[in-house]
C-alpha cells in the first residue's frame, strides 16, 4: 500500500482561508492500492485549530496573522507604538488555546495512527484470505481439469477402440463383399453351361428331340441359378449400404476422436500452467464469454451415442457377414443339388438312348441276317421254279406227242391220265412256287424297309448319344464354381 497524498496542516490551513472558512477544516488523506484494484478515498476528522501565523511582517511591523491586522477590511488605525502593542497583544491565543491545540495534534496523530493500523491488520488478513482462497480455487481448478483430462482420455480410449473394431469389421465386410462379387459372378459358369447343353440339345433330331427329363431338369436348373443370382445380388445391395454406414459411422468417430485430441492437448497445456509460465495473460472480461456449446452429460452422451451407433453398425455388420456365408453355402448347395440331378438326368437318358441303340443294333443285325436269309431263300424258289420247268416240259412233250397216235391208238389210256395229272401237278407246284417267291419277295421289301428305317434312328441315337454324352456331359463333369465348390 502507498499513501499517494497527505495534506498538511498548512495546505489544510490555507484551504480553509481560501474557501472563506474561519480557518478550521476537517484533516482528510486518500489512498490507493498497487494492485490495480479499485481506489480507495477515506476522509478522517482531524483536531480544529487556528493557522499559525506566516512569517511576513506587515508595514507595521506585525505579523498579519495575529488577529485582524492581515484582515484589509478591518479598520486601520493609525496611532503610536503602545496602541499598536496593545492591540498586538489583544489578538494573540491564549496558553490554553495552545495546550488545546497541541493535545488536538495529539489526539489526532493518534487517530490516524490507530485508523492505519486497522487498516493494514485488515489489509494483510484481507492479503491472506485472499491468497489462501486464491491457491484454494487454483488448486480446485487444477484437480477439475485433471478430472476432466481423465475423462477426456478414458473416452479418447473408447473412441479409439471402437474405431480400431470399426475399421476391423469393416475391412472383413469389404473381403465378404468381394467373396460374394466373386460367388456372384462364378454363377455365369453353370449358366453358361446349361445354356451351352440346351442349344447342343437343339441340334437333336426328328423322334429324339423330345421334352425329355433332360430338358426339364436344364429349365429347373437355370430358374434355380436365377433365383440364386436374385438373391446375392439384393445381399450385395446390403452389404454395401452397410459399408457406407460404416463409414459414417467411422467418420463421426474419427471426428470426435480429433476434437478429443485437441481437447486434450489443450487441457493439458492448460493443467500445466503455472504462476510463474511465460505463456499466461490478461484477457480481460474473458470470465463473461461462455462460448461452450454442451454441458458434461451432453459431452458424454455425444461420444456415447457415437460408440453406440458404431457398436450397432458392427452388430449389423457380423450378423450381415453371416448371412453372406449362410447364402453362400445355401446358394452352394442349392446349386450343386440342381447340378447333379441335371447330371443324373443326362445319365440317365444317355443309358436309355444307349439302350435303345443297342436294341436297334441288335434289331438291325437280326434283319440284315435275315435279309440274307431271305435272299438265299428266294434264290431257292427261284431254282425250285426253274427246276420245274423241264419235268413241265417233258410231261407237256409227252403229252403233245401221244396226241399224234392214229385212230384207236388215241387212247385214253392210264400214261395219258398219269401224265396229265403230272402236269397238273407241275402247274400247282409252279403256282405254289411262285406265290411263295412273291411272298419271300415282298418280306425281302419289308425287311429292307425296315432296315433303312433301323439305320436311320441308328444315326440318330448316335447323334443323340454323341450330343448328351460327348459335348454335354463332358462339360459337366466338374462343378465350374471355385468358390462355391468349396462351400460345399
Request: proline share 3%; glycine share 6%; net charge neutral.
Amino acid at each position: 500500500m502507498r499513501l499517494s497524498n497527505i495534506s498538511t496542516y498548512q495546505n489544510d490551513f490555507l484551504g480553509s482561508q481560501a474557501g472563506g472558512g474561519g480557518g478550521y477544516r476537517a484533516r482528510s488523506y486518500s489512498e490507493t492500492r498497487d494492485g490495480g484494484g479499485p481506489k480507495l478515498k477515506r476522509s478522517m476528522s482531524g483536531a480544529f485549530s487556528k493557522p499559525m501565523p506566516s512569517n511576513t511582517i506587515d508595514s507595521h511591523g506585525l505579523n498579519p496573522g495575529l488577529g485582524n491586522a492581515g484582515n484589509p477590511s478591518y479598520p486601520t488605525f493609525t496611532a503610536g507604538p503602545t496602541l499598536n502593542a496593545r492591540m498586538a497583544n489583544h489578538s494573540r491565543f491564549t496558553p490554553g488555546d495552545w495546550s488545546a491545540s497541541n493535545v488536538d495534534h495529539y489526539n489526532s496523530a493518534d487517530a490516524s495512527r490507530n485508523e492505519s493500523e486497522r487498516v493494514r491488520s485488515e489489509a494483510v488478513r484481507l492479503i491472506r484470505e485472499r491468497e489462501d482462497k486464491t491457491v484454494t480455487t487454483q488448486r480446485d481448478a487444477d484437480r477439475r481439469i485433471g478430472e476432466r483430462l481423465g475423462d477426456e482420455i478414458h473416452w479418447r480410449s473408447e473412441l479409439q477402440n471402437e474405431l480400431e473394431q470399426n475399421i476391423n469389421f469393416t475391412h472383413q465386410l469389404e473381403n465378404t463383399r468381394k467373396n460374394l462379387e466373386k460367388a456372384l459372378g462364378e454363377t455365369e459358369g453353370p449358366m453358361r453351361v446349361n445354356s451351352e447343353c440346351i442349344h447342343h440339345r437343339e441340334g437333336r433330331k426328328e423322334i429324339d428331340l423330345v421334352g425329355d427329363g433332360v430338358e426339364n431338369s436344364l429349365m429347373r436348373e437355370v430358374d434355380k441359378i436365377k433365383e440364386c443370382q436374385a438373391r446375392m445380388a439384393q445381399t450385395l445391395e446390403q452389404v454395401n449400404y452397410q459399408l457406407g454406414h460404416n463409414k459414417e459411422c467411422r467418420h463421426q468417430l474419427e471426428r470426435d476422436l480429433a476434437n478429443k485430441d485437441h481437447g486434450i492437448n489443450i487441457d493439458n497445456t492448460v493443467h500445466n500452467l503455472k504462476n510463474t509460465s511465460r505463456a499466461i495473460n490478461l484477457h480481460g472480461g474473458i470470465e463473461k464469454i461462455d462460448p461452450n456449446v454442451s454441458i458434461p452429460e451432453s459431452w458424454m452422451d455425444f461420444s456415447h451415442r457415437n460408440i453406440q451407433a458404431s457398436q450397432a453398425a458392427r452388430s449389423a455388420t457380423q450378423r450381415l457377414m453371416s448371412e453372406v456365408d449362410g447364402l453362400i453355402t445355401h446358394v452352394a448347395n442349392e446349386m450343386w443339388s440342381h447340378w447333379n440331378n441335371t447330371n443324373m438326368s443326362f445319365q440317365q437318358r444317355v443309358t436309355e438312348t444307349n439302350d435303345t441303340h443297342n436294341k436297334l443294333q441288335s434289331h438291325l443285325s437280326k434283319t440284315m441276317q435275315e435279309l440274307y436269309d431271305q435272299e438265299k431263300h428266294i434264290e431257292a424258289l427261284k431254282k425250285a421254279l426253274r427246276d420245274k420247268g423241264p419235268p413241265l416240259k417233258v410231261a407237256q412233250t409227252r403229252l403233245e406227242a401221244r396226241t399224234h397216235r392214229p385212230d384207236v391208238e388215241l387212247c385214253r389210256d392210264p400214261p395219258h391220265h398219269r401224265l396229265v395229272d403230272e402236269v397238273n401237278q407241275l402247274q400247282e407246284s409252279i403256282d405254289l412256287l411262285n406265290r411263295k417267291l412273291n411272298e419271300a419277295e415282298m418280306a425281302h421289301q419289308d425287311l429292307l424297309r425296315n432296315k433303312a428305317r433301323l439305320e436311320h434312328d441308328l444315326k440318330i441315337k448316335s447323334n443323340s448319344l454323341f450330343i448328351d454324352r460327348e459335348k454335354c456331359l463332358s462339360m459337366r463333369k466338374s462343378f465350374p464354381v471355385v468358390s462355391l465348390a468349396t462351400k460345399l
